[in-house]
T-cell receptor, first 111, second 113 residues
Framework: TQLLEQSPQFLSIQEGENLTVYCNSS?????LQWYRQEPGEGPVLLVT?????EVKKLKRLTFQFGDARKDSSLHITAAQPGDTGLYLC???????????FGKGTSLLVTP | KAGVTQTPRYLIKTRGQQVTLSCSPI?????VSWYQQTPGQGLQFLFE???????NKGNFPGRFSGRQFSNSRSEMNVSTLELGDSALYLC????????????FGPGTRLTVL
């Protein structure tokens, strides 16, 4: 199993602050996905990164895939309370199509 | 288009019982995957079904089983429940397997007493 480690595990910030969360592995992934999960709901896909060094932007969210395709980061600019949730990274598994998930970063943005 | 639906949303069982959870994928999707989510282990892959055949299986004991019907709806069964089976069970569907985007349902929260 290819392990994905996410950091920090918990993050509590105030509205307007910037933050970065990380997803690291010793394994190479052909693609990596970021999800956000809100309480009582399933994860919702935010973005998929495929190419090493790729940067994708989704409004105030910026996603980067490491050059070696072993790590990724998510940067949020001017966080808002609506950004609160569990952010999960997932990489394609090595046995068919099975996503390997990190344990997530729980983000709380207070007004 | 309706999303992935899971029933029931909440379930309470006692040790030793068995449980069946149901998942209806997005219309037209043929692949259904099941995941277990716990605070300690995060999301862990259980198995994936495609066109009524189990294509992939995670590292779970044989008490966990599943099946897929001809209309792509899927069920998972857990027999001889243990306290550690308490978790959120998530179903995800995709049009095809092999890298296609997975869409998750809201999950079934199972509590084993």
């Amino acid at each position: 199993t290819q392990l994905l480690e996410q950091s920090p595990q918990f993050l509590s910030i105030q509205e307007g602050e910037n933050l970065t969360v990380y997803c690291n592995s010793s394994s190479v992934f052909s693609s990596l996905q970021w999800y956000r999960q809100e309480p009582g709901e399933g994860p919702v896909l935010l973005v998929t990164v495929v190419t090493g060094g790729e940067v994708k932007k989704l409004k105030r969210l910026t996603f980067q895939f490491g050059d070696a395709r072993k790590d990724s980061s998510l940067h949020i600019t001017a966080a808002q309370p609506g950004d609160t949730g569990l952010y999960l990274c997932a990489g394609d598994g090595n046995s068919g199509y099975a996503l390997n998930f990190g344990k997530g970063t729980s983000l709380l943005v207070t007004p | 288009k309706a999303g992935v639906t899971q029933t029931p949303r909440y379930l309470i069982k006692t040790r030793g019982q068995q449980v069946t959870l149901s998942c209806s994928p997005i219309s037209g999707h043929r692949s259904v995957s099941w995941y277990q989510q716990t605070p300690g282990q995060g999301l862990q892959f259980l198995f994936e079904y495609f066109s009524e055949t189990q294509r992939n299986k995670g590292n779970f004991p044989g008490r966990f089983s599943g099946r897929q019907f001809s209309n792509s709806r899927s069920e998972m069964n857990v027999s001889t429940l243990e306290l550690g089976d308490s978790a959120l069970y998530l179903c995800a569907s995709s049009f095809d397997s092999g890298g296609d985007t997975q869409y998750f349902g809201p999950g079934t929260r199972l509590t084993v007493l």
